[in-house]
């Protein structure tokens, strides 16, 4: 089999496969055998079907299939071998169906070759790099999150915006009387979370009451008309629930507030596990660390953006396939025609010189992902999502196995390591490039962000 690359340009060309009986006749008879060792064909014993039967019958499909095979592991081989950096895939120069009479055959297939780029990425080029000041009510806002979060709940005398009301709620008629039917709804052990209520005006009902007092609200109203939320909240079945549409009265036995924790040394140390900081200047400021470690992706992800931006203007200025890369999306993507793919392509340009430059740069710097790196990564998700819940001082062990069973998604380790690639790219583009450090405000960096 003779394998042979016709360039029309630097960036497109065919590749043509000349195919001889002798590469593929051994192949098809091969099959043709296995299938008389293995089929039960009509009229025959099993295995006792000559050569030339088995050629009648499945000769053609067979011999379809083969040169089908082999003509394409052909191809990728010779692209793989000649080391061709091809764009999309080869496509075939005419479909037809061949004449499986012949002997010989010859197949074409057009390829769009990759742009040789010259990348180079030094301290010529300067990017901003925004870090986000963290304020004072940044501080504040924090603290106040972290004492709800480790306070108490404790009896209250009030209803606040973040109070459990317990109490006796019972179901109301047109009238506004409470129902003594015996198919009346009555909860003697009833609590309700207005913070929770969809509907912010049933919420306010509730605001500043006390231990005594009687409220009218409507349960429907609080969550949408959810059924399994007033199921809850009622003691009822979710099919009784969804019927429920009218007002009911809540007597208020109990009122449940939450109680901020105090600032001292055993509130920093639940904060900061193995804190050994005693004042509440210290505690500032390792809170003031972690909004700014919190922060810190927003000005990653800034700096990517600008820097992606600064090296596609510096090095994209190159010429692309277009007629082949146009055949290959109206060949892999039913909804595009010749007719309507220009639209289409013109979209996916800077994409597509994107991907070229980053896997150049990658190349000249030698970015490899490896499985150290995922682990990394996936336990710094891991982390994340037991710090949602609170838990922020998990041991490495649980941590890591957390991480193993996160990877073992394919799905998910396959958009890991694309994150992880990624991440090393501009960190590599971080330390070559000169940075032009700034402080702004939050309001400053959202603007930036938003800008384009």
């Not at 810190?296 to 082949?324: C, M, T, W, Y």
Request: charged share 30%; with cysteine; aromatic share 8%.
């Amino acid at each position: 089999m003779q394998v042979t690359l016709e360039k029309a340009n630097d960036l497109e060309g065919r590749i043509k496969v000349e195919v001889t009986q002798n590469d593929y006749l051994d192949k098809v008879n091969k099959e043709l055998k296995e299938i008389g060792r293995t089929r039960v064909i009509p009229g025959f014993r099993k295995g006792h079907v000559s050569i030339d039967q088995l050629r009648r019958r499945f000769g053609r499909d067979v011999k379809s299939h083969v040169l089908n095979e082999e003509v394409y592991r052909s191809v990728i081989d010779f692209i793989r071998n000649e080391k061709l950096d091809i764009l999309g895939e080869p496509l075939p120069v005419e479909v037809k169906e061949i004449n499986l009479d012949d002997q010989d055959y010859t197949f074409e297939y057009e390829v769009g070759m990759a742009p040789s780029l010259n990348i180079e990425i030094n301290k010529d080029m300067t990017v901003p790099f925004y870090t986000i000041e963290v304020s004072e009510q940044m501080a504040n806002d924090q603290d106040t999150a972290l004492r709800e979060r480790f306070g108490a709940q404790v009896p209250g005398e009030e209803v606040d915006a973040k109070a459990l009301v317990k109490g006796a709620i019972m179901e109301l008629d047109a009238d506004g009387n409470v129902k003594t039917s015996e198919d009346a709804i009555q909860v003697v052990d009833g609590i309700v979370a207005p913070m929770y209520f969809t509907d912010k005006d049933q919420a306010a009902l509730f605001l500043g009451k006390k231990v005594g007092d009687k409220v009218v609200f409507n349960p429907a109203a609080t969550c949408n008309g959810n059924a399994a939320e007033m199921a809850s909240m009622l003691h009822v079945d979710k099919e009784k629930a969804a019927e429920i549409k009218g007002d009911f009265e809540m007597a208020i036995s109990e009122i449940i507030v939450l109680k901020p924790a105090e600032h001292g040394e055993e509130f920093y140390k639940e904060v900061f596990p193995g804190a050994t900081f005693t004042t509440e200047e210290e505690y500032y400021a390792e809170l003031r660390k972690m909004i700014a470690a919190q922060l810190a992706p927003n000005s990653d992800h800034l700096f990517n953006r600008d820097a992606q931006k600064l090296i596609v203007e510096k090095f994209g200025n190159f010429e692309l396939p277009a007629e082949f890369l146009k055949k290959w999306l109206v060949a892999r993507n039913e909804e595009l025609t010749p007719e309507n793919v220009d639209e289409e392509y013109t979209k996916m340009v800077p994409s597509i010189k994107w991907e070229l430059i980053r896997g150049k740069i990658a190349s000249n710097l030698d970015i490899k992902v490896n499985e150290e790196d995922l682990l990394g990564f996936a336990k710094g998700i891991a982390y994340q999502q037991f710090a949602q819940y609170g838990m922020t001082n998990m041991d490495d062990e649980t941590l890591t196995n957390y991480a193993r069973r996160i990877l073992e998604d394919k799905n998910y380790a396959g958009r890991i390591r694309e994150d992880v690639a990624n991440r090393k790219l501009f960190n590599s583009i971080k330390a070559l490039v000169n940075l032009e450090a700034k402080t702004v405000s939050l309001d400053e960096f959202k603007a930036l962000a938003q800008a384009e």
